[in-house]
């Protein structure tokens, strides 16, 4: 199982920046998807941002023009360029990866990821 380790967390005000990262410290498969969720207390885990083998992307709508993934396969690192950030992207951000080659548009279904960090914490304030 791969082991992920998310940083960059942070707290910023209404309007500010932050880059996520996640570094897989064992191998990690360029052709598998990797993403980024969100999990605040009292709610369910969602999908923010995805990135394939072939290098797609998916977005959850409520970050759309917002945020940007990427990934250096070099590095074994995926990040998550956080731009505009408001009070409701407030959560825990977790890197998640699959365990089999993913080359179509990613999913945001957590269901479909094997191998999860540990959390960034992120807080915006108003």
């Known amino acids: 199982q791969v082991q992920l380790v998310e940083s960059g967390g942070g707290s910023v005000q209404s309007g500010g920046s932050l880059r996520l990262s996640c570094v897989a410290s064992?191998?990690?498969?360029?052709?598998?998807?990797m993403g980024w969720f969100r999990q605040s207390p009292g709610k369910e885990r969602e999908g923010v941002a995805a990135?394939?083998?072939?290098?797609?992307?998916r977005y959850a709508d409520s970050v759309k023009g917002r945020f940007t993934i990427s990934r250096d396969n070099a590095k074994n690192t995926v990040y998550l360029q956080m731009t505009s950030l408001k009070p409701e992207d407030t959560a825990m951000y977790y890197c998640?990866?699959?365990?089999?080659?993913?080359?179509?548009?990613?999913?945001?279904?957590?269901?479909?990821?094997?191998?999860w960090g540990q959390g960034t914490q992120v807080t915006v304030s108003s």
């Open positions: 998640a990866a699959t365990n089999f080659r993913c080359y179509g548009v990613p999913s945001l279904r957590k269901e479909e990821y094997r191998s």
């Open positions: 064992t191998y990690t498969s360029s052709a598998y998807c």
């Open positions: 990135i394939s083998g072939s290098g797609q992307t």
